[in-house]
């Protein structure tokens, strides 16, 4: 297979926690010159209704506003520190709701090809907390989603991407394939055969069970059809 870079849209969600900056430096990394780059924030629900005292209703969406810009210019300044673009090269979303959805919501609407999200295992609380919503942005998400986590000692190790040589794992080599080529590291592609079990051949068989193993000729059949397919 070969592998073209096209242009991306590429959406990275910061809440602008120490533990999101690495979302932010991979998502950078991670675009080219050609790709568009957008950094989503959301704010829970900021606006609550005052039927009783509808004059306050004003005086509180003045006060949204006020946060929603104050949290786009945090954001911006954020963005620019971490990777050196400049305050107008990259789109900034503040949206209001329950984070993974907006996440995912505007990823839908803004089309776009890679949502890049971070988590952090600081405390036990916060990688529960953190972990949730990564979870369910890779649930709900319909692009690719790329955890970022910081780099450790062995970060210059290989890449590995799995494939059970089905066209929804395809993405998953091409977005291993990228990462390899970021860190200039090679690629190993995993194919995983199940483990199968026969009846009994004879009464000496721990449990009754034994593995069926595949014939040298199977496996390099199996392996032919990975190459091609990759």
């Known amino acids: 297979m070969v ?27 991670w675009s080219s010159e050609r790709d568009e780059f957008a950094v989503i924030h959301v704010l829970p629900n900021l606006q609550p209704l005052a039927p009783l005292f509808p004059q306050e209703n004003q005086a509180h969406i003045f006060d949204v506003a006020t946060i929603s810009d104050r949290a786009e210019i945090a954001v911006r300044k954020r ?24 996440i995912a919501r505007r990823a839908s609407s803004w089309k776009a090809d890679l949502v890049v999200v971070g988590t952090h295992g ?13 979870e ?23 890449v590995v991407a799995a494939t059970d040589l089905s066209d929804p794992s395809l993405p998953a080599i091409v977005a291993g394939h990228k990462e390899a080529e ?16 026969s009846p009994p051949v004879s009464s000496g068989v721990f449990f009754g069970l034994v593995p069926t193993s595949y014939s040298r000729e199977a496996i390099a059949e199996m392996e032919s059809i990975a190459a091609t397919e990759l």
């Not at 963005?79 to 503040?94: C, H, K, Q, S």
């Not at 970021?182 to 079990?197: G, M, N, T």
Request: include cysteine; charged fraction near 20%.
């Open 3 to 29: 592998i073209v870079h096209t242009q991306m849209k590429i959406l990275v969600a910061t809440d602008l926690h120490p533990a999101a900056d690495e979302a932010i430096r991979q998502a950078h990394t």
């Open 79 to 102: 963005v620019a520190d971490l990777t050196g673009r400049p305050v107008d090269r990259f789109e900034v979303f503040i949206d209001q709701g329950i984070d993974y959805a907006e």
């Open 122 to 134: 600081a405390s036990a609380l916060e990688h529960l907390l953190v972990g949730s919503v990564t």
């Open 136 to 158: 369910r942005v890779a649930r709900y998400c319909a692009c690719p989603v790329l955890v970022a986590r910081p780099p450790t000692e062995k970060a210059n190790g290989p």
């Open 182 to 197: 970021r860190r200039h590291a090679d690629l190993v592609v995993v194919h995983a055969i199940d483990f199968v079990i």
